[in-house]
């Protein structure tokens, strides 16, 4: 029978005498390499280096070292860190190459020397190695260790240590701190910081939202270069239209822009054309996004179809309806209220939402939790009425129609409420609102 190649990596037999610690040549020696080489291919027992070491008479050189820590288990780690700890003069690189193991033994000791010791010295050592450790409980100390205002290395440090445990922080407090870092006045720091939202899954939502502050000239090109490495899937928007599938312009408008800022195909598709164009070949999957505002038939019922028909070409990834969203429920609540506050008088009646007649009881849910949020009541409207109902004309309050392009209610509406009936994406906030949650989709 043949026999097996084994790809384990052979180690010299034991030496007949143990090597001895008092044996081992300087540093300058020309042997040194070769007498390394022979103690780590040897089973030879620990403590007598470690003792040499705390004794002072071996000096822990980092390849002696290295040939050690292979060795130590985490009750040695801890020892050999205190007696780092102990020392007047310390090395400050000593740490990092005796505790890479993660243990919940040596991660309690790194915490209870850093709460101990507040000088820079032990602090810029031993945050890196306690976020390597990856327990959860940690990121409370390293997220203020890299806030508050100390030397820089301390706060460098606590940076690393945060990127060293990545996968284990709480992801929103993660994000936030990282972006308060990347507007920090030290380029370094800030640069790190950047690299490290890029590193978050949706990296792109974090980068975006760093974009839009004051930065330093070389963070803004470091900021830059990672937003366009980030993969950025083209969108397909879907939404009403007008008849014959007429789109307009403020739809128009949005996804050329939006296709500019994302540097990524945007297309747009109405559910009432009747004949609607082949979509194009794309390098990637095709994201999907609703931009309709109640889950009405085309929610329920059209949505699915599209879905199923479109799969299957494109690696469709279908996204929410808008009207689900809920920082788009908080900006109609919030242009609800500017509209109330520019008011010259107080109003006599209740805001209300204007929205296209709707059966369903989802529907019906819908629109009670959206005037929760935003304190309006809900109001039927047709939307292909050429006029209003005459209750409506004599409306003293905020009216805000449920309407992201010009429609026919809007255009009824008009004549009597003003720039108040205007559409919703010819409202700049709302329009803000929607272009920055677009853009910073993966």
Known sequence: MASRLSCAVSRTPALDYPLDPADLPSPASVNRWEWLQRLRADVFPLEPWLAAIEAGGVPPESDLMVVLAERLDAADTVRMLRWWLAQPLREPAFPQGIAGHRDPVVATALRQALGDHADTEVQAAL?????????????????????EPAPRQQRCAALEGLGLGLSVWPLGALRSTLILLAMDLDPGLAAAAVDGLARLPDARSGLLAVRSRALEPAVRERLERRLRSVPCRPLLLLVHGRAQ???????????????????APVLLRALTDPQPADLPTLEHP????????????????????????????????????????????????????????????PPSSPALLLHHPIASPLGHRYLRVLAAITGATPQEAAYGSDRIEASLLAHQGAVLPLALAANRLTEA????????????????????????????LP
């Open 127 to 147: 945050l890196p190695l306690l976020g390597h450790q990856r327990q959860p409980r940690d990121f409370d100390l390293l997220q203020l260790r890299a806030l």
């Open 245 to 263: 599938g007429e789109i307009p312009a403020e739809l128009l408008s949005l996804a050329a822009e939006l296709q500019q800022r994302r540097g």
């Open 286 to 345: 095709l994201g999907l996004v609703p931009l309709l505002l109640l889950p009405g038939e085309h929610v329920r019922h059209d949505l699915p179809r599209l879905r199923h028909e479109l799969r299957p070409s494109s690696g469709l990834k279908l996204l929410p309806f808008l009207g689900s969203w809920p920082v788009w429920q908080r900006a109609l609540a919030a242009e609800l209220s500017r509209q109330v506050s520019d008011q010259p008088w």
């Open 413 to 440: 509406l008009t004549p009597r409420f003003g720039d108040a009936a205007a559409p919703l994406l010819s409202r700049p906030a709302l329009r803000q609102v929607l272009l920055e949650q677009l853009e910073a």
